[in-house]
């Protein structure tokens, strides 16, 4: 009667997540593909549809598109994980803020390099993003600034001070680089758009936010029982009703699947 329960909530809740409106995917109904039960505190899919938990023991895992489990990674030394960048799925950026750690993984989640932001006084780091040709974007508490690091981390470009640009010291709750833009979400959830050499543009105040994701030119994110999708370039703002009688905590979309993380598990289903 159990697993009777559980199928047909399976069925349901993959039935009206592949129902979303987002770029290709279509109105047909489809059974998900998975459900995987691990527990999990966020979820993220790579440009080749690899569907990446962490645990809330802070280790990362790593399943193909039919959710079968592939590689683990896990390193306590460090504490808490505070992002996972999946946006390269060759070179995975973990980042550990209470330790200034970074741990690079190629795509079996194996360590390719460390580098600690410790051993240079004059960085605190806060945020990390990946950006083009192996570089990355990281937020500088010290000087209220975002620059952009080559691949040996020596320093490329630096932002204005943000006190400057906004009156205000900024701490940002997520950071994320896509489409040649940085986008710097805020503990109030105000997203901060730069362009790609930090100038910033404009903010969004989208009601509801409290995490996003981009896709094609579209900032994704739930609020409430709603998927959101932010047209980038027309502003247009188009949403998906999830009439499903269960928390959803995040959405992640890839090219041909959508993982959907609630309490009790991640569900995968098609994008078409």
């Given at each position: 009667?159990?697993?009777?329960?559980?199928?047909?909530?399976?069925?349901?809740?993959?039935?009206?997540?592949?129902?979303?409106?987002?770029?290709?995917?279509?109105?047909?109904?489809?059974k998900p593909i998975a459900i995987i039960d691990t527990p999990a505190k966020a979820v993220f899919i790579d440009n080749l549809d690899a569907v990446?938990?962490?645990?809330?023991?802070?280790?990362?895992?790593?399943?193909?598109?039919?959710?079968?489990?592939?590689?683990?990674?896990?390193?306590?030394?460090?504490?808490?994980?505070?992002?996972?960048?999946?946006?390269?799925?060759?070179?995975?950026?973990?980042?550990?803020?209470?330790?200034?750690?970074?741990?690079?993984?190629?795509?079996?989640?194996?360590?390719?390099?460390?580098?600690?932001?410790?051993?240079?006084?004059?960085?605190?780091?806060?945020?990390?993003?990946?950006?083009?040709?192996?570089?990355?974007?990281?937020?500088?508490?010290?000087?209220?600034?975002?620059?952009?690091?080559?691949?040996?981390?020596?320093?490329?470009?630096?932002?204005?001070?943000?006190?400057?640009?906004?009156?205000?010291?900024?701490?940002?709750?997520?950071?994320?680089?896509?489409?040649?833009?940085?986008?710097?979400?805020?503990?109030?959830?105000?997203?901060?758009?730069?362009?790609?050499?930090?100038?910033?543009?404009?903010?969004?105040?989208?009601?509801?936010?409290?995490?996003?994701?981009?896709?094609?030119?579209k900032l994704t994110y739930m609020a409430g029982k709603k998927l959101h999708l932010y047209d980038l370039n027309?502003?247009?703002?188009?949403?998906?009703?999830?009439?499903?009688?269960?928390?959803?905590?995040?959405?992640?979309?890839?090219?041909?699947?959508?993982?959907?993380?609630?309490?009790?598990?991640?569900?995968?289903?098609?994008?078409?």
């Amino acid at each position: 009667m159990v697993d009777k329960k559980r199928n047909w909530y399976k069925y349901l809740l993959g039935t009206f997540i592949s129902l979303l409106l987002f770029s290709n995917i279509s109105f047909s109904q489809q059974k998900p593909i998975a459900i995987i039960d691990t527990p999990a505190k966020a979820v993220f899919i790579d440009n080749l549809d690899a569907v990446y938990l962490l645990t809330p023991k802070d280790e990362l895992l790593k399943y193909d598109a039919k959710g079968a489990l592939k590689w683990r990674y896990g390193d306590n030394r460090y504490g808490k994980v505070k992002s996972v960048d999946v946006t390269d799925p060759l070179r995975i950026i973990v980042f550990y803020a209470d330790f200034q750690q970074v741990v690079v993984l190629n795509n079996n989640l194996s360590q390719i390099l460390t580098y600690s932001f410790a051993y240079n006084s004059s960085l605190l780091v806060s945020a990390i993003a990946t950006a083009d040709n192996n570089a990355c974007w990281i937020f500088e508490t010290t000087s209220n600034s975002l620059i952009k690091l080559s691949s040996d981390f020596s320093e490329n470009t630096r932002s204005a001070n943000f006190y400057q640009l906004f009156d205000e010291l900024v701490f940002p709750k997520k950071l994320l680089v896509a489409n040649q833009h940085i986008y710097l979400q805020k503990p109030n959830n105000e997203i901060l758009i730069f362009d790609g050499f930090g100038a910033f543009l404009k903010s969004l105040n989208l009601e509801g936010l409290t995490d996003f994701g981009i896709r094609n030119g579209k900032l994704t994110y739930m609020a409430g029982k709603k998927l959101h999708l932010y047209d980038l370039n027309s502003q247009n703002v188009t949403t998906a009703y999830l009439p499903v009688d269960v928390e959803i905590k995040q959405i992640a979309l890839g090219n041909k699947i959508i993982a959907a993380l609630t309490e009790k598990g991640v569900f995968l289903s098609p994008a078409n």
